[in-house]
């Protein structure tokens, strides 16, 4: 399985950017598919989850409300809408995978990682 995320770019506040992730393997459909973020000096940190089942989704409380997670099962693809950006949504933004299991909200549980793509809001 290989994903590969792309969409990153340099905004201003209150913009907006969607991300994309390329997904390969035939089962996309049966994945949990998640985003994290890196920001400078920090720890990764979760950002939205897709179930495999497409009946729920999560997002941390820093994004509620202004990212959207959404998935195409017949492109193999996964995206993040976020609006309303401001600075400390800088960051690496990841696409992970996880082939089996549950949604969840912890990178140790996903299997596969994109490369990451950079978002850099300015104020």
């Known amino acids: 399985v290989q994903l590969q995320a792309s969409g990153g770019g340099l905004v201003q506040a209150g913009g907006s950017l969607k991300l994309s992730c390329a997904v390969s393997?035939?089962?996309?459909?049966?994945?949990?598919m998640a985003w994290f973020r890196q920001a400078p000096g920090k720890e990764r940190e979760f950002v939205s989850v897709?179930?495999?089942?497409?009946?729920?989704?999560d997002y941390a409380d820093s994004v509620k409300g202004r990212f959207r997670i959404s998935r195409d099962n017949a492109e193999n693809m996964v995206y993040l809408e976020m609006n309303g950006l401001n600075p400390e949504d800088t960051a690496v933004y990841y696409c992970?995978?996880?082939?089996?299991?549950?949604?969840?909200?912890?990178?140790?549980?996903?299997?596969?990682w994109g490369q990451g793509t950079q978002v850099t809001v300015s104020s």
């Open positions: 393997g035939r089962s996309f459909s049966s994945y949990t």
């Open positions: 992970a995978a996880r082939t089996n299991g549950r949604y969840s909200n912890s990178g140790a549980n996903y299997d596969y």
């Open positions: 897709f179930s495999r089942s497409g009946a729920f989704t």
